[in-house]
């Protein structure tokens, strides 16, 4: 088997959670390596992506990868493709990452495969379509595979390797540096997990009633230690925010548990939850679609049987 590459997504140097999960879906297809972009790269970050088994990770550490947006990234897995001819390229399926995928298989004349939620060893990579109702089996005829990732999609598993780094130096066209970073805000972090990365979700739906309804939401989240979710019916009517929206056309998320109250369960929420490994469900309608997914359910009204669970879970947490 083959050179596989994965493109790192690190955040200010730390490794996310989504790179570990390429990396195991990697060892599957072939030997991985990792691609570094950007400044940061240390000892730590290594350390990581030896752990779930980067054979190698290639280098670029220029401030040019965070001071222009998208193509300097496509530029250097260009460079990548024809140097090294890698077996296929992983690479995580955010909106960077698509619009990357994109850029450099028109570089590098190659077919490219978006979404995908699993691939097996001989790269036929599995897309769920139109909400989650389809599953589509797709491989790339042309070139080099390029396909991209749904976090989420695979459990990351160790396997330690001793990474050898290779510094790559490209230079980049003038179109790739035409976009440029002009400034950056930072992102105010609560003390809650990351909503694709944590182990428990708490969602609340067009039940919770209001903006005011997701109070007794993060309640619950909080006693467990939990993200907060929301569906898309939430956060179209502003009740919170559009960045913690789970579903077709927000994130997917597939935590150890998943709490949905108030969800109805309309197929675009199901398409980014259902791979939840224990799915409870609260809900007054004991005729919701959401009770077709759910593991555990309870058939009340939230205000109710929410704030009830939080006192049972804080309770036991003394």
């Known amino acids: 088997m083959g050179e596989v590459l994965v493109l790192v997504d690190q955040v200010d140097g730390t ?19 990792a691609v570094w972009a950007g400044p940061g790269f240390s000892d730590a970050a290594a350390a990581v992506l030896g752990e779930f088994g980067a054979a190698t990770v290639y280098v ?10 998208v193509a300097p990234k496509a530029e ?25 995928a994109g850029r450099l ?11 995908a939620v699993g691939i097996s060893a001989d790269l036929v990579a599995t897309q769920s379509v139109f909400g989650g109702s389809t ?7 042309t070139g ?7 976090g989420n999609s695979v459990a990351p598993e160790p396997a330690p390797a001793s990474p050898a780094r290779v510094d790559v130096s490209v230079t980049l066209s003038e179109a790739a540096t035409k976009a440029k970073v ?20 708490v969602s609340g739906g067009r039940g919770v009633g209001g903006a005011e309804g997701f109070s007794v939401i993060e309640g619950l989240a909080d006693a467990l230690g939990a993200a907060v979710g929301a569906s898309r019916a939430a956060t179209d009517a502003g009740w919170y925010p559009h960045q913690f929206q789970v579903g077709q056309t927000g994130k997917t998320v597939s935590p150890q548990l998943y709490i949905a109250n108030g969800i109805s369960g309309a197929i675009q929420h199901r398409a980014g939850m259902q791979t939840s490994k224990t799915i409870v469900v609260v ?23 929410v704030p009830q669970l939080t006192d049972e879970v804080s309770k036991r947490a003394q």
């Open 144 to 150: 080099t595979p390029i396909i991209t990732v749904r």
């Open 135 to 141: 599953v589509v089996h797709s491989k790339v005829i």
């Open 15 to 33: 490794v996310r959670k989504v790179t570990t999960e390429l990396l195991t879906l990697a060892r599957g297809l072939g030997t991985p390596s």
């Open 182 to 201: 002009t400034g950056r805000t930072e992102a105010v972090k609560g003390g809650r997990p990351d909503l694709t990365e944590a182990a428990i979700v």
């Open 60 to 69: 670029a550490d220029g401030d040019q990868y965070a001071n222009h947006p």
């Open 283 to 305: 809900n007054k309608d004991p005729e919701a679609p959401i009770f077709e997914l759910a593991d555990f359910g309870v058939v009340g009204d939230l205000f109710t049987v």
């Open 105 to 115: 298989a028109i570089k590098v004349d190659s077919g490219v495969i978006t979404d």
């Open 76 to 100: 250097l897995l260009a460079q990548l493709v024809a140097e090294k001819s890698p077996s296929a390229v992983l690479i995580p399926s955010s909106a960077e990452g698509k619009e990357i």
